[in-house]
């Protein structure tokens, strides 16, 4: 039974000093191809397949012609202990306010593993 708690004991230490940490790597190199085929892939996926514009979109608006500002709230208070809430994040390349100054490295990794430039 001491084992038992004594490796308890370690487990929540290593998650505590390790829970809240940022991730320092950085992303694949990569450039993504500009050509008319694959934007309008892109573009087939952006607005009738990965449906980007229900989370990214203001709350409420299911609309394909809104702006990405993201805003909506995911209510994550009853799942679990209580994650919390969860607003989704600003998808226009305005290079201030959105994602216009990110690498495609930083897009990928923010897409695949959901770390933001900082990490």
């Known amino acids: 039974m001491g084992i038992l708690a004594l490796l308890i004991v370690g487990f929540v230490a290593i998650v505590l000093l390790t829970w809240n940490r940022p991730v320092i790597r950085s992303g694949p190199e990569l450039k993504s191809p500009t050509d008319a085929q694959t934007q309008a892939a892109g573009e087939f996926l952006y607005n009738y397949s990965m449906q980007c514009w229900h989370c990214h979109g203001a709350e409420g608006s299911h609309s394909l012609d809104e702006p990405q500002a993201g805003g909506r709230e995911f209510d994550l208070t009853q799942i679990g202990p209580g994650f919390g809430l969860y607003y989704a994040s600003n998808l226009t390349p305005d290079?201030?306010?959105?994602?216009?100054?990110?690498?495609?490295?930083?897009?990928?990794?923010?897409?695949?593993?959901?770390?933001?430039?900082?990490?």
């Open 95 to 119: 290079p201030e306010t959105g994602i216009g100054n990110w690498s495609d490295s930083e897009l990928v990794r923010a897409l695949r593993e959901g770390l933001d430039r900082d990490g």
